[in-house]
């Protein structure tokens, strides 16, 4: 992978999200889209005329709508400006967002709004999961996002008990973030005590993937503003600068998971890291980073994929998780927003991560900000089959070499 | 296409996808048609800064971006055909069958046009700036197509 | 004494005051009286603007005296009853000056029963006391269904519906075959009537258990129209219209070369993987170019039919096909499976047989799971369900 060299700097200079929730029938596709664009602008201190590209994007064909992109002019303001529909499964979002970068970064334009969204209350996901499929032979097999294999992988590492309390802590941490986040769709108001209970009487889906462990559908919509260098130092809040990115795909079938250590693999979160972390000459990620706003569609991926992100080894990442460190107020804070387990409006979920992010980094996020100074956050985004994207954002420019 | 392409394996697979959407109108497009279905009226969102009628009704102004939801006002169910074209196939995913107009209408009141059917004119005889009022349907289905067509005045 | 409508007679009359208008009372000057049969009889007092109003033995200095019923005084205070068709039918008769009894009806603003909130005790008995009135037949279809709902807690209680032939019965205790099971306390089962939560939400939290057939579960929405809570007026909420479409396109895909080599195999119960020329590793199904390598693969390699299986996923929870509309019965199992000839990351997916999943063991690195054959379609179409499942080989 060759290196990157941005023209100029990018930052972001303002976030807007709707409420995620189910229970959006008050407003349509475009109005909802409105929502988030408009908190988007007034967060920026900006104007629609002083937006000159849109990026847009959602799962393609979830609400059965072509091109949604058209109708939602109405709610984006993108008619009279450059525009781009993108769409790349779950990772929809964190492609928005390095889409917007790499725009903003090349000079052709000075300031994007992406802007993602979902409605699955109108739409169908497992039609459209389907649809994703090799219609040739895997459509007829395909069993829509769920899969146990990973819980499988957890429990044969580590074994049964551990491994099924370390899954339930990690989600009981997940959900008290979400209780702070005002924006987040599901928050229960689970506590530690109910672990026990919650392992033993949440209805399993499909292996040891319980109800409690999976992430919901939800609407939602989320806008994030990039501009260059000149124009952000003079955005009305401190803008976050955009460091770098990576996107890391596989082949597209599934099975090419770590069911069998024997044979040699190499996972995308893994490779996403390394490549990133080692040409940003980043040796210790868990020290560096100040959060992680992770893609994590379920507590058993957000537990596994821990190891592969910090580049860890062993049990390192079950007891990151057992000491609690991953929480708000921990040594690595993991999703202080409650991450996708809370909401999951699919095609803003990927954008909401660096856009939390950011938040997190700019320091007022609201009730669930890290209560520390964060200076260099990660961000994350997932789809398809170990789809991987990874941003770093970054609170001052100072790690440009001079 | 390489010379002596093997075909002798190719074949089509025939597929099908049947899946149940739903779509809201949202608040305001709510009111809209249920003003339509039950009152026989069409109305219509004004943004008073820049003096526009919206038909059919939006939140937000496309203009400045004002919030306009509430600012609802009666537009006539008479207007004019500013533009048409005929529609001469088939198909079942269309209202009507062929051949049929459809229309763009500006109804009185409204500042932007409304697409639909009009009837009770041929096709040959259609023209810009024929005058047509609203004919509501007996059946409603919740849809625009609670306005059945529109005919000559 | 009767309260038909849940107001009690005092009520209209101790918020009077508060429903006074002022404006109403211009130019009026006099006492009005009311009796309420075996209730008492009040005395009204309007005078420069205001109002008195209070219990009085004696309504014979009142310039008109209006005598009720306490169901009828009530009910045409509340807009229930028509005053004309009761003054016509004598419930109400009034005694003295008409014209001045006409001066009071622009004295106050109309009377709004505060909602009074029923017992979750109160709330259980009318939920299922009026579940058999809520069944939807049109929705039924043809099968007989039994639902048991299991409502725990002391304000609970144990019914079962049996919904057959379009008709819906309800009786107390559990059946011992349901189709479905729901079990929750009584408290979370009268917040989700009310839409107070959802029932994801009870379900991920564990507050709420269902058993049997989940498709079933769906649909108790459309089985069961929604509820409304006894007496409270239907609070007219603002229409929110929603479209809902089943979008139905035909499709057609060109299998190309390799995947028709692939899909004609399989009518000859042969299973091709092809072979990469430069790394050696087998795509299955085969596939044009090598995804590591990026070169094309031209070797054809018919493996299996036996295999091990390496991954079992075993789903307790169906959607149903969209292609199909229908659904998986549950617990089935999608497998991982290394056929002979494969090794390493080349496994094949595919169903295993539904009454052998517990029998099956997986692999582990060196260690083989269970071996397994396919099982294949009498009728072979060239589609990757020419093969029904595997299932153990012995």
């Known amino acids: ?402 | ?153 | 004494m009767s309260e038909k409508f849940g107001v009690k007679v005092e009520e209209i009359f101790d918020t009077m005051q508060e429903r006074f208008r002022p404006e109403g009372a211009q130019g009026v000057d006099a006492s009005f009286g009311y009796d309420i049969t075996g209730r008492g009889k009040w005395r009204l007092t309007v005078k420069d603007g205001a109002m008195t109003i209070a219990r009085a033995e004696d309504l014979g200095d009142c310039v008109v005296v209006t005598r009720a019923d306490p169901d009828t005084f009530v009910g045409v205070n509340i807009g229930k009853v028509d005053g004309t068709e009761a003054f016509t039918t004598g419930k109400i008769s009034v005694e003295g000056d008409m014209g001045a009894l006409g001066k009071t009806f622009k004295l106050f603003k109309r009377f709004t029963p505060p909602k009074k909130e029923p017992t979750v005790r109160e709330y259980i008995l009318d939920m299922f006391g009026t579940l058999t009135a809520r069944f939807q037949p049109q929705a039924a279809g043809d099968s007989k269904l039994v639902i048991c709902y299991d409502i725990g807690g002391k304000d609970g209680g144990r019914w079962t519906a049996v919904i057959e032939h379009g008709t819906c019965t309800l009786s107390e205790g559990l059946a011992s075959s349901p189709s479905l099971t729901l079990a929750m306390k009584a408290k979370d089962w009268v917040d989700l009537m009310l839409g107070r939560v959802d029932a994801l939400t009870l379900l991920s939290t564990a507050r709420a258990k269902l058993e049997g057939d989940m498709q079933l579960a769906m649909r108790l929405g459309e089985l069961f129209a929604k509820y409304t809570p006894p007496g409270q007026e239907a609070v007219q909420d603002e229409e929110l219209l929603v479209l809902k479409k089943v979008v139905s396109v035909g499709q057609k895909f060109a299998t190309g070369p390799v995947m028709g080599k692939f899909l004609n195999g399989l009518k000859e119960k042969k299973i091709y993987a092809n072979r990469c020329p430069v790394c050696k590793r087998l795509q299955l199904p085969p596939r044009e170019v090598c995804a590591v390598c990026r070169v094309r693969v031209e070797e054809f390699v018919e493996v299996g039919p036996k295999g091990n299986v390496r991954l079992l996923d075993t789903a307790y929870y169906a959607s149903p096909d969209p292609l199909t509309g229908e659904t998986r019965e549950t617990p089935y199992a999608m497998a991982y499976i290394l056929l002979d000839g494969c090794k390493g990351q080349e496994a094949f997916a595919h169903f295993i047989r539904n009454d052998q999943l517990d029998r099956i063991e997986m692999g582990w690195n060196e260690k083989k799971g269970t071996i397994v054959r396919p099982v294949w379609a009498e009728e072979r179409k060239g589609k990757v369900t020419d093969i029904r499942y595997f299932e153990i080989d012995e």
């Open chain 2, 1 to 153: 296409m390489k010379e002596g392409f093997d075909t002798s394996n190719c074949f089509t697979i025939q597929g099908k996808l049947a899946l149940p959407y739903s779509y809201f109108a949202g608040r305001v497009g709510s009111r809209f048609l249920v003003r339509i279905r039950d009152e026989k009226k069409i109305m219509g969102t004004r943004c008073n800064r820049c003096a526009k009628v919206y038909l059919p009704p939006r939140q937000t102004c496309d203009v400045c971006t004002e919030d306009i939801r509430d600012n609802w006002v009666d537009v006539a169910n008479e207007g004019e055909v500013t533009n048409f074209t005929v529609v001469r196939y088939r198909d079942r995913h269309l209202p009507k069958d062929p051949p049929y107009i459809l229309a763009v209408i500006r109804l009185d009141g409204a500042d932007t046009s409304l697409v639909h059917v009009v009837e009770g004119v041929s096709p040959d005889r259609v023209r810009t700036g024929l005058r047509v009022r609203a004919v509501f349907a007996e059946q409603t289905t919740n849809t625009l197509l609670d306005i059945d067509h529109f005919e000559p005045v």
């Open chain 1, 1 to 402: 992978m060759g290196t990157r060299k941005k023209h100029r700097n990018v930052g972001v200079i303002g976030v807007g999200q709707t409420k995620h929730s189910s229970h959006r029938e008050d407003v349509n596709q475009p109005e909802m889209v409105h929502e988030a664009v408009r908190e988007a602008l007034d967060d920026a201190g900006i104007t629609l005329n002083d937006v000159d590209c849109i990026v847009h994007g959602n799962m393609e064909l979830f609400e059965m709508i072509h091109q949604p992109d058209l109708w939602h002019a109405l709610g984006t303001g993108a008619p009279g400006k450059s525009a781009f529909r993108l769409t790349t499964g779950g990772t929809t979002g964190a492609t928005l967002f390095c889409a917007a970068d790499n725009l903003v970064a090349s000079g052709m334009y000075d300031v994007v709004m992406a802007i993602g969204f979902e409605k699955l209350q109108e739409g169908h996901t497992t039609g459209g999961i389907t649809n994703m499929a090799d219609p040739l032979w895997f459509r007829s097999l395909q069993t829509g996002a769920l899969t146990g294999t990973c819980a499988y992988d957890v429990i044969q590492e580590f074994g049964e008990e551990r491994a099924k309390k370390a899954a339930m802590i990690y989600r009981i941490i997940m959900d008290q973030h979400a209780c702070l986040n005002p924006k987040a769709h599901r928050a229960f108001g689970l506590e530690f005590d109910q672990m026990d209970h919650l392992i033993r009487s949440s209805a399993r889906l499909i292996g040891e993937l319980k109800i409690i462990d999976m992430c919901s559908q939800s609407d939602g919509a989320c806008a994030v503003i990039l501009a260059c260098e000149e124009k952000a130092k003079r955005a009305a809040q401190k803008p976050v600068w955009v460091r770098d990115h990576i996107t890391v795909h596989r082949e597209e079938t599934f099975n090419i998971l770590g069911y069998d250590q024997a044979t040699e693999e190499e996972k995308t979160h893994k490779v996403a890291a390394r490549e990133l972390f080692k040409r940003n000459g980043i040796t210790n990620p868990l020290e560096y980073f100040d959060v992680f706003e992770m893609y994590d569609p379920s507590s058993w991926w957000g537990l596994d994929w821990l190891r592969d992100f910090f580049q860890l080894e062993g049990d390192e990442h079950l007891r990151l998780v057992e000491d609690r460190e991953i929480s708000r107020t921990g040594k690595m804070p993991i999703n202080p927003s409650g991450g996708v387990i809370a909401s999951n409006p699919i095609g803003a979920t990927a954008l909401v991560r660096p856009a939390e992010a950011a938040l997190q980094v700019r320091g007022n996020a609201g009730p669930h900000q890290i209560p520390r100074p964060v200076n260099h956050a990660l961000a994350s985004g997932f789809g398809g089959t170990m789809w991987t994207v990874l941003m770093m954002l970054e609170k001052e420019l100072d790690w440009q070499e001079a």
